[in-house]
């Protein structure tokens, strides 16, 4: 599971600046992304052949100029709470504020490791008065300019040295089991849904091996079942201190998403979605994990009729694109209506994200489909794609198609591809790659 650090400090002393040029580190060697959105707050860095995950937590913070020092200190806590490592930015230039000082104290309180970095040194005489931040009591700041780069190839040094070992408890969680998270806002009944399951069946929770208590794993095998939920102890321990903060939701759920096969969104039937279901969204994406929306709290909606139904998936579809090939229940944690129907389709899920099509099949359905609407020629020149194969190992299913000027297929081409491989074969509920290679 990949580490995750979290940049903390006050409004304005360069975090989401520092957080974009870190993960400019990674965007180069993974231009195959093409289509996924660039997120503001949450990215991938690879350094020195470790790849960890950065978020700005005070991304989130609505209006981030003029935030109260409670919504910091809240901003702090979540990141102590979710984070294996933090990093905690001042500004160089104006020196120690009260904030710093109270963040920092937060921090030393923390058992989590913490690098201070001083930004902005790149400004007049600032980095001769870093030594200033020493008084913090949080060890040696390291001084960087977001802006021009300056040291921060030293600070991610630093970030992989500190990072801590990886628990010896997951080695013991079996690759071949599916993993499953639930996730959404706080109320739109997760917990419940979790409880559900455990009342239902008094049973179905064993005590395997590999399921330690701190783990964030829970493994469930019974009548035919057999999955980890993940980070059950997460959402029965709520943390009543941050529970109430909605945008929060959204890093609480990082984790628990990077360490599953399939994420089930919750989504409250009588509020809808909202901007942080779509955030969630965008963190399940880009993880390019399998997606099952729960329409919960159905025994509240009045109109189950076949129209409204109809519109509600239309609804949801809508928020999600161009994602639109994935399952939706509408469920009842309370009455615990379709409760099981929810497991059923998460783990028809994770066997879509395994499905392999014969090599001989994806050739006769595909190569017709091509023949029949061939890439567009570009400058009088002629993309031929000749064959396409599946790549074995891959966690998602990933289509390799070979052809002569891979570089000329554009997006909307692969997104027909896409559709096609769809319409012929179930990959409900999964992303897919889609590779063009030169032969
Ligand atoms: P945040 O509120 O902590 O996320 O801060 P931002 O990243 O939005 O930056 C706040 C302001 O500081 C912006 O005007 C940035 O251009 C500026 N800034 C950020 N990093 C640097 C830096 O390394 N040097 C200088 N001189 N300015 C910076
Ligand atoms: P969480 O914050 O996502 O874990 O949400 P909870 O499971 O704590 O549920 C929030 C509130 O919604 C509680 O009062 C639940 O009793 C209620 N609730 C959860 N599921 C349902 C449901 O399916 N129907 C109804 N009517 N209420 C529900």
Not at 32 to 53: I, L, M, P
Not at 182 to 189: F, K, L, S, T
Not at 312 to 340: H, M, N
Request: aromatic share 10%; charged share 25%; hydrophobic share 40%.
């Amino acid at each position: 599971m990949s580490q995750l650090i979290a940049i903390v400090g006050r409004p304005n002393v360069g975090k989401s600046t520092l957080f974009n040029r870190l993960t400019q580190t990674r965007t180069a060697i993974t231009n195959d992304e093409a289509g996924t959105t660039r997120d503001r707050q949450y990215g991938k860095v690879e350094w020195v052949g470790k790849e960890f995950s950065i978020v700005d937590t005070g991304g989130w913070v609505i209006g981030s100029e003029d935030v109260f020092e409670s919504e910091i200190n809240k901003q702090v806590q979540v990141a102590i709470e979710q984070a294996d490592e933090i990093l905690f930015v001042v500004d160089a230039t104006n020196g120690v504020t009260d904030l710093d000082d109270q963040v920092a104290e937060i921090l030393r309180r923390s058992s989590k490791p913490v690098i201070l970095v001083a930004n902005k040194v790149d400004a007049g005489e600032s980095l001769y008065n870093i030594a200033e931040f020493y008084s913090l009591g949080l060890g040696d700041p390291y001084g960087v300019s977001a802006v021009s780069g300056y040291g921060t190839g030293d600070l991610l040094d630093e970030v992989v040295a500190k990072m801590p070992e990886k628990d010896n408890d997951e080695s013991d969680i079996l690759d071949d089991i599916p993993k499953i998270c639930i996730v959404g806002r706080p109320n739109a009944g997760k917990s419940s849904l979790v409880n559900s399951f455990m009342e239902q069946e008094r049973h179905i929770v064993t005590d395997i091996a590999g399921t330690t208590r701190d783990s964030i794993y829970t493994r469930y095998n019974k009548f035919g079942f057999d999955f980890y939920l993940v980070d059950t102890a997460g959402i029965r321990k709520k943390n009543k201190v941050n529970e109430d903060i909605e945008y929060y939701s959204v890093i609480r759920s990082i984790r628990a998403i990077e360490a599953s096969d399939v994420c089930l969104l919750m989504i409250d039937a009588t509020r809808g979605i909202e901007a942080q279901d779509v955030s969630i969204f965008s963190l399940i994406q880009r993880n390019k994990k399998g997606f099952v929306v729960v329409v919960n709290k159905w025994d509240l909606v009045e109109d189950k009729s076949k129209e409204a139904i109809k519109h509600y998936e239309e609804a949801i579809r809508a928020r999600f694109a161009p994602f639109i090939d994935f399952p939706i229940i509408f469920a009842s944690a309370l009455t615990k209506q379709r409760i099981f129907k929810v497991l059923e389709t998460a783990l028809d899920v994770c066997k879509n994200r395994q499905r392999i099509i014969p090599t001989s099949q994806l050739n006769t359905v595909m190569l017709e489909v091509i023949s029949a609407y061939p890439p567009p020629a570009n400058k009088g020149k002629f993309v031929r794609i000749k064959y396409v194969t599946m790549l074995k190992g891959s966690p998602i299913p990933t289509f390799i198609f070979f052809c002569n000027l891979p570089q000329w297929v554009k997006e909307p081409y692969r997104r027909y591809l896409e559709n096609k491989i769809r319409e012929n074969w179930d990959f409900h509920g999964t992303p897919i790659n889609i590779f063009m290679r030169e032969k």
